[in-house]
């Protein structure tokens, strides 16, 4: 059994910054991609930001220079860190980790979400 979950979502005012964390645990052989979503009310979810096994990103046109993801292998964590947030960035966040597990059984798992609320 593999769980993701995330933390650090909040309510912070324009031009805040807020760091969002996302632990894997369970019978994990291995993880490739980690990512970030978000979902806001009313719309689809959208790739925010996404990290590899071997530490190449990428990045939603909407967050490039505002946000930064990395990851601690050793702990099965990423993070995201977001500057300079706006109220358009409102929305649940999720974490997607691609990974494998001791069973040789391989999937996208996700997280149950943080929300993030930017407003004065």
């Known amino acids: 059994q593999v769980q993701l979950v995330e933390s650090g979502g909040g309510l912070v005012q324009p031009g805040g910054s807020l760091r969002l964390s996302c632990a894997a645990s369970?019978?994990?052989?291995?993880?490739?991609?980690m990512g970030w979503y978000r979902q806001a009310p009313g719309k689809e979810r959208e790739l925010v930001a996404t990290?590899?096994?071997?530490?190449?990103?990428n990045y939603a046109d909407s967050v490039k220079g505002r946000f930064t993801v990395s990851r601690d292998k050793a702990k099965n964590t990423a993070y995201l860190q977001m500057n300079s947030l706006k109220p358009e960035d409102t929305a649940v966040y999720y974490c997607?980790?691609?990974?494998?597990?001791?069973?040789?059984?391989?999937?996208?798992?996700w997280g149950p979400g943080t929300q993030v609320t930017v407003s004065s």
């Open positions: 990290i590899n096994s071997g530490g190449s990103t």
């Open positions: 997607n980790a691609n990974i494998r597990t001791y069973s040789n059984f391989r999937s996208n798992y």
């Open positions: 369970g019978s994990i052989f291995s993880i490739n991609t």
